[in-house]
């Protein structure tokens, strides 16, 4: 390669950089724009995501919350900021994403895509949903049920929740979940390059049931129910999986036909 080949084929990399460092840049300013804003309401977010708590105990208007430290309920407020502005900024970090990739695309590829970008946040927001409706709830009055009326020969136990340990519950389980939500996202994406097919996905159910409780027990709190909880979604999704690839594969043998049948008519 002479040294011109080099030289021109440095500007295409110099530009690629310069995009993507646009693109990061609106990126963070989302995400700093949604930080403060959060920040702003944190007390009001955190109260919100105390009414599952709220609903699993037994005295809804005693429940208390503290803070050991004297910082603590400060940084979590900065943790729930983040939270919310990762999850708030996500549709301009999504379409930042987009705009970089699509001007590589086929414009069928662009089609492509796109649904899947769009079907992220929602299959996220429906795992955080099932989390904040039904099984924080039963969680919670799982736990709370370990609380003991003091009597005779019996002392009092009663749970005093610390605010950022109810914090770190509820996002670990947010998180887990909407992780998990995106298993048929990635699974068609994989199906759509060929990387797996509906017949292999189907091999492999018997490994599928083992992960997804090995999953379980790894990202939720050792309960039965917040693992019990995820693991039936995640082996449900994997079924969801398995129709999208194979619906994925049935479109392409209908292309693949039609072009066979345009290349034998040519």
Same mark, same amino acid.
């Given at each position: ?79 729930? $900021?983040?939270?919310? !502005?990762?999850? @708030?900024?996500? =549709?301009?970090?999504? &379409? +930042? #994403? ?113 992960? $997804?409780?090995?999953? !379980?027990?790894? @990202?939720?709190? =050792?309960?039965?129910? &917040? +693992? #019990? ?38």
């Amino acid at each position: 390669m002479s040294q011109e080949d080099i030289d021109a084929s440095k500007a295409p990399l110099i530009e690629h950089l310069i995009e993507l460092r646009q693109r990061l840049m609106w990126s963070i300013a989302a995400i700093l724009v949604m930080f403060v804003i959060c920040f702003y309401f944190a007390t009001d977010i955190y109260n919100i995501l105390t009414v599952p708590y709220l609903r699993a105990a037994p005295n809804p208007d005693t429940v208390q919350m503290i803070f050991t430290a004297p910082q603590e309920w400060f940084f979590t407020q900065l943790k729930l $900021a983040l939270f919310g !502005a990762l999850f @708030l900024a996500f =549709p301009v970090i999504a &379409s +930042q #994403i987009y705009m970089f990739v699509a001007p590589g695309l086929y414009k069928n590829e662009r089609g492509a895509f796109l649904p899947f970008l769009v079907a992220t946040p929602i299959l996220f927001l429906i795992g955080a949903c099932l989390v904040y409706f039904l099984v924080m709830p039963m969680a919670m009055g799982f736990f709370l049920s370990q609380e003991q009326v003091a009597g005779a020969g019996k002392v009092a136990i009663q749970h005093l929740a610390k605010v950022s340990e109810y914090l770190g519950l509820i996002m670990i389980l947010i998180f887990a979940f909407g992780l998990v939500f995106q298993l048929p996202v990635v699974l068609t994406l994989l199906g759509r390059a060929g990387l797996v097919s509906s017949e292999g996905l189907k091999q492999k159910r018997k490994y599928a049931i083992v992960g $997804a409780f090995a999953a !379980a027990a790894i @990202l939720t709190p =050792p309960d039965p129910i &917040s +693992q #019990i909880g995820l693991a039936l979604p995640t082996l449900l999704l994997y079924e969801v999986s398995i129709l999208s690839v194979r619906l994925v594969e049935r479109q392409r043998a209908e292309r693949e036909a039609a072009r066979e049948a345009e290349d034998a008519a040519a």
